[in-house]
């Protein structure tokens, strides 16, 4: 059985544990913070045999060498040289496993070069889930701090956008809200962000993480994934694909929403 765990870290970030309960084996995403890693890993009475690493950002990665020293013989996967102790390096739709769970490396480069998002299955092929780091984010994505208008295009919505609806989605920050209120703002009339949003916030009210979403649910209130909806197309004043996700992120940069 595929389970998956979430850690929150630091100020707002994620880290996760992908456990195969069958087994009793996991890997962790981004593990930031190691310490807080092993004792959910020996809460669970686990063992851990691999780390799958997003991007190079010390805030996803600065924990995987300390972490490798207190836990010896990991893999750590990746796919950019920058990583700390990086063991394998993976490129797009490299396949591997963690116990019987499948895993499948997705190389989604624009907030950084090297980025990889992490889809995994059970043994039978179900309960998809996809680890997307500083990609895809919940009503959003990740500044182009590397990268272009066309490579989150397809990042997001040729390569993430295709996988199945009912994915899970566990993304690296809990940016939900301060998202969602950018949602808002590109189409005021969409009533999936509003009502996500009002979920949204009773979550974070009560000290509840927003995660997971799903692709499904993104493809209705994240505007970076509706490039070709009539309303984010006029918002934006452009039509192609591409200058839509540009405009997008460039309005979204300097966004200050109404408190």
Known sequence: MLRVIALPALDDN?????????????????????VKVLEAVSKEDLSLTAVLTTHH?????????ELCKKHAGLTVYGGDKRIGALT?????QDKFQVGDIQVECLFTPCHTTGHICYYATDAEGKTPVVFTGDTL?????????EGTPEQMQRALNE???????????YCGHEYTVSNLKFAEHVEPDNADVQERMTWAQEQRKQGQPTVPSTI????KINPFMRVTSPGVQEFTEKTDSIEVMGGLRKSKDTFKPKK
């Open 137 to 145: 984010f919940q009503a959003g994505c990740g500044r182009f701090f």
């Open 159 to 169: 390569v993430l956008g295709k996988l199945p609806e009912e994915t899970d989605v």
């Open 14 to 34: 994620y880290m996760y544990l992908l456990v195969d309960d069958n087994k009793k084996i996991c890997a962790v995403v981004d593990p930031v913070e190691p």
């Open 57 to 65: 950002h010390w805030d996803h990665a600065g924990g995987n060498e």
């Open 88 to 92: 394998n390096m993976v490129k797009h």
């Open 216 to 219: 499904g649910l993104e493809k």
